[in-house]
């Protein structure tokens, strides 16, 4: 099936906003086997809207149009649609309801202008957004079908994920049983994985199961895309492919499907009944942003500690001065006076020293992580290069990581491909 995305408004055209919107879609439709052929992206101008849509028409064989489905003038879709369509709009008298009891539910009344988003093509299908007034709708211009979708993106993902993939699997005639499997992994290249995973696919001869990365550096997310007859053929399908997955990535995957690495080690120490304070330097406290917001990390998370000078930290902790370079030695001594001060169970510091020079790819910087628990603390010594963002990511992650598996008993030293040997 040959599908078109198509974007609008001068918002998206001029760069004003990102199209986040589009990655999302295109990454959604290729995780069930749909494939984005074209995406364009268009003003909110009449003239130039309805070409894009003809062309469109005349290429592709399903069109998802997003934005433009707002009460305002420069909301053109619904207009655009019809003329294209050679229909009328006409008021659709059970989505004006709708969006009459949506306001009423807040105790607001409804603007006189929403009435304009219960206006669609007289050919129209309603496609439902229960969490907001813009009215989805589908229709067929020529031969192909599009469908019309919000540019707000969480009304966008839910109409996707609960209109627009299942009829668009319909549509291709085939009736089997999509299944994404996802693992995470941190300190591992993608070329790397693929190396690993050589022949995986093989272990299905009827091609039914496809392996594909989307890498967004420090983590890859390693994908299994299976098709079956139903889940229970899914099932069976996956599960030897998924234990190999587990087999040679080994200790480097660190969650799994929506699981998230700081969700890990949160239900890790939960687990425990044990709690958690950090020490970061120039990581800007993210290893505790990540970690503090969680659902349950009121009863583990006990404190942070950021400065972007470890002689801060130290003296925060009430610890001698000592040379400003960071080092296997501070990091210990702030992590194991950290537990001590906080009364916590266990202990993250981070270091950070980045090299002298120009932010360039070559930069880098030395990492020191201490993880300390009870008489024990382990500790990792690591080089990353690269600028200072690059820097700085790895060391979150690899601050998380190395207390994921202290927490799972792995070693917390193992090399990785971003640092230097």
Known sequence: MRIEIICTGDEVLTGKIVNSNFSYMSQKLEDVGLSVVWGTTVGDDRERLLEAFRLAASRADAVIVNGGLGPTVDD?????????????????????????????????????????????????EVLDNPIGTACGFALDI??????????????????????IIPRLLAKTGRPVTIHLKRFHSYG?????????????????????????????????????????????????????????????????ILAEDDQTLEGVVLQALAQRSATLAVAESFTGGQIAARLSPLAGAEAVFRRGIVSRDPAQLRGSL??????????????????????????????????????????????????????????????????????????????????????????QGLPIDEKIDFEKK
């Not at 496809?210 to 229970?232: I, N, S, W």
């Not at 001698?320 to 210990?332: F, G, K, M, Q």
């Not at 001594?333 to 950070?352: N, P």
């Open 76 to 124: 053109l879709s619904q207009e655009i649609a019809a003329k294209a369509t050679g229909c009328e709009l006409v008021l659709n008298r059970e989505w004006f309801e709708k969006m009459e009891a949506f306001f009423t539910r807040r105790g607001r009344a409804m603007p006189p202008n929403n009435r304009k988003q219960a206006m669609l093509p007289a050919t129209a």
């Open 188 to 252: 591992l290249g993608e070329s790397h994985v693929d190396t690993l995973l050589t022949g995986l696919e093989e272990m299905a001869p009827d091609g039914s199961i496809k392996l594909g990365f989307r890498a967004h550096y420090p983590q890859l997310e390693t994908k299994l895309l299976v098709r079956g007859a139903d889940m229970d053929d899914v099932r069976r399908k996956l599960a030897p492919v998924e234990a190999e997955v587990r087999r040679r990535v080994g200790n480097f």
């Open 142 to 163: 020529g031969p192909a079908r599009f469908f019309f979708t919000p540019g707000v993106p969480r009304e966008l993902r839910r109409m996707l994920e609960e209109q």
């Open 318 to 407: 009430g610890l001698a001065p000592a040379h400003a370079e960071a080092s296997t030695e501070a990091a210990s001594e702030i992590a194991e006076a950290l537990r001590e001060k906080t009364g916590a169970d266990h202990a993250l510091a981070v270091l950070v020293d980045l090299d002298d020079g120009t932010d360039r790819i070559e930069l880098g910087g030395t990492i020191c992580i201490a993880v300390s628990a009870g008489a024990r603390t382990l500790t990792r010594h690591s080089r990353l290069l690269g600028g200072r963002e690059w820097v700085r990511l790895g060391a979150i992650e690899m601050g998380l990581d190395c207390l994921r598996r202290y927490l």
